[in-house]
């Protein structure tokens, strides 16, 4: 399998096979795999990266998964760290932006597996988002979250999700996929659903026509198979839905977790794992470079190797950080406009259904980009 | 800011065509040779080079990227340092030092213009101290040859107050390369060179 036959392939648009991504994720060549994935990338998107201005809220970090791979959750009220937002504190953070003049457009709600909270929490919490700014996008909630509430509550999955609907809930994210494969799963969250139920709550959000994204998290144990595998049948649910609006890759941070013994994922693995998902993943419209995962420079150079979106201003972030990213909490969107015009691309900002909200000169600019980057 | 980003960075070939001319000076120069060593005395300026290597020290020269030089000035400088090379100056490696404001692919497009402006320099190191380890191991497939900064025989887990530390060890360091497609090499005491086992 040469790079040369696969990239015949990707022009004819043919997709590519189980072995074409094994091949991919063997390439030595960095710049040539990046090359072809930003062939790709600019047939669909040109020189055009997205962002938007979102918040995101952790409600709580109190959870009963326990997950080896996980550096936010905690397992009980009384541990260091541990809290649970009341619903006046989540309103506050978002009205707080609203007040400072943000025009936030998105709001992205997740957390711990909370079994402590009762499902009139959640339902009350999307709906006091909403009427503080009934414009606003709310993307709530994980595939495993969703299940969770679906055993905890005792509810079927599309019942669960009818109800936040009507409460507020706009899409979801696509967080606690992790690697599909059972054999990873088992050693970095072997608490969380398992992979036929995670791709389920999807399928069910697709079909009552909410739109979500869908993740990998790399950089574990998992092996190049594993990976392929993993978004192979991130694929195959697209071409049964076509509801995944972007995929989004999450290299493993290793601080503060179980699995800390583990190296962190290089940076070479960082945009090779972005490249390729952009060539296995052809019916997956947007590609997204997370940058709090990814670290700033990183993020602004995977807009070259398949990326076609950076995510947005976020605020405040627990997750990753508490991992040991070492982004900032947040950036203002002069910053991430920099960030992509400095990259050689065009900025635009979007709504979490990537409809356009501006560009070009409707833009903010920034003379000097974002500090602390790495 | 527009120009001079567009210069930086256009067209969209430019990343991939100069990157790999760069990558394929590098491993030419270097037989697919990847190096680390230890914290080393690097000059700033080109009265400290020439003190140092009269004094037998290593000849490695740093070289500031801000964000606003403009490309051409950058390619400027290059070619000035690499007549002086012509004309005798003794320089072994020069390590493109990015200030906090460049971004990503400005530094690594300044690491490849270093490798192909400078063709009668050695080495390309990377300073993982400034650059870390991820940014430093992309600037490998860009013309860079060698990690220097703080590599440790061995490394306290990343918690509590180690989290977020730069340092790495040398069995990372080594992964670095090898992860980058170079064999690895130990800079050891001497001047000697140890190939680290895969």
């Given amino acids: ?374 | 800011m527009s120009s001079r980003v567009a210069t930086a960075t256009s067209p969209s070939a430019d990343l991939f065509v100069i990157g790999r001319a760069a990558q394929a000076a590098s491993r030419s120069a270097t037989d697919g040779r990847g190096f680390f060593g230890c914290s080393t005395f690097i000059a700033t300026s080109l009265p400290m080079l020439t003190e140092a290597t009269g004094r037998g020290l290593r000849g490695l020269l740093r070289l500031s990227l801000t964000a606003e030089e403009p490309v051409q000035e950058q390619e400027g400088r290059l070619a000035q340092l690499a007549d002086q090379v012509r004309e005798g100056l003794v320089l072994d490696g020069v390590v493109p030092t990015p200030e906090e404001d460049c971004l990503g692919l400005a530094t690594l497009l300044f690491v490849a213009r270093c490798r192909l402006a400078l063709a009668g320099v050695p080495h390309v190191l990377v300073d993982l101290d400034r650059l870390g380890p991820k940014l430093g191991q992309l600037a490998l497939a860009f013309g860079a040859d060698e990690l220097c900064g703080p590599i440790v025989e061995t490394r306290a887990l990343r918690l509590g107050d180690n989290a977020g530390s730069r340092a790495i060890t040398r069995v990372e360091a080594a992964q670095l390369l090898c992860g980058a497609g170079l064999r690895a090499f130990e800079r050891v005491a001497g001047g000697g060179l140890e190939e680290f086992p895969p």
């Fill in chain 1, 1 to 374: 399998m040469t790079l040369a036959s696969i990239s015949e392939r990707v022009s004819a648009g043919i997709p590519l096979s189980f072995d074409d991504g094994v091949a991919l994720f063997r390439e030595p060549d960095l710049l040539k795999l990046g090359a072809l994935a930003n062939q790709m990338r600019e047939q669909r998107h040109g020189d055009r990266t997205t962002f938007n201005r979102n918040l995101h809220i952790n409600p709580s970090n109190l959870c009963v998964a326990s997950c080896p791979l996980c550096s936010f959750s905690r397992r009980n009220p009384e541990q260091p760290g541990a809290y649970t937002l009341s619903l006046s504190q989540v309103w506050d953070k978002l009205q707080a932006r609203l007040d400072a003049g943000d025009c936030v457009t998105e709001v992205h709600v997740v957390g711990g597996l909370n079994d402590s909270l009762p499902f009139d929490y959640y339902v009350e919490l999307l709906a006091g988002l909403k009427s503080i700014q009934p414009t606003l996008h709310i993307k709530a909630f994980s595939a495993v979250e969703i299940f969770h509430f679906h055993k905890l509550f005792q509810l079927e999955v599309r019942e669960v999700l009818q109800r936040l609907v009507a409460a507020g809930l706009g899409s979801l994210p696509g967080g606690g996929a992790e690697i599909f494969a059972p054999r990873v799963r088992q050693r970095i969250c072997p608490n969380k659903c398992n992979a036929e139920q995670w791709l389920q709550v999807h399928r069910t959000a697709h079909q009552l026509g909410l739109r979500s994204n869908c993740t990998m998290l790399y950089g574990t144990i998992e092996t190049i198979e594993e990976r392929v595998e993993h978004l192979l049948r991130l694929r195959t649910l697209q071409e049964e839905t076509g509801g995944f609006q972007a995929f989004i890759p999450l290299t493993f941070h290793p601080d503060n977790n179980a699995l800390s013994h583990l190296p962190a994922p290089t940076a070479v693995d960082d945009l090779r794992v972005c490249a390729v998902s952009r060539l296995v993943l052809h019916n997956i419209p947007h590609i997204k470079a997370y940058w709090i995962s990814l670290g700033i420079k990183t993020a602004q150079t995977a807009q070259w190797f398949g990326a076609d979106d950076l995510d947005g201003t976020v605020q405040e972030e627990k997750i990753y950080h508490l991992a040991g990213s070492d982004a900032p909490q947040s950036l203002t969107p002069a910053e991430i406009v920099h960030l992509i015009r400095a990259a050689g691309r065009t900025p635009v900002e979007r709504d979490t259904l990537y409809n356009v909200v501006a560009q070009g000169e409707a833009l903010p600019t920034c003379a000097s980009p974002a500090g602390g980057q790495r």
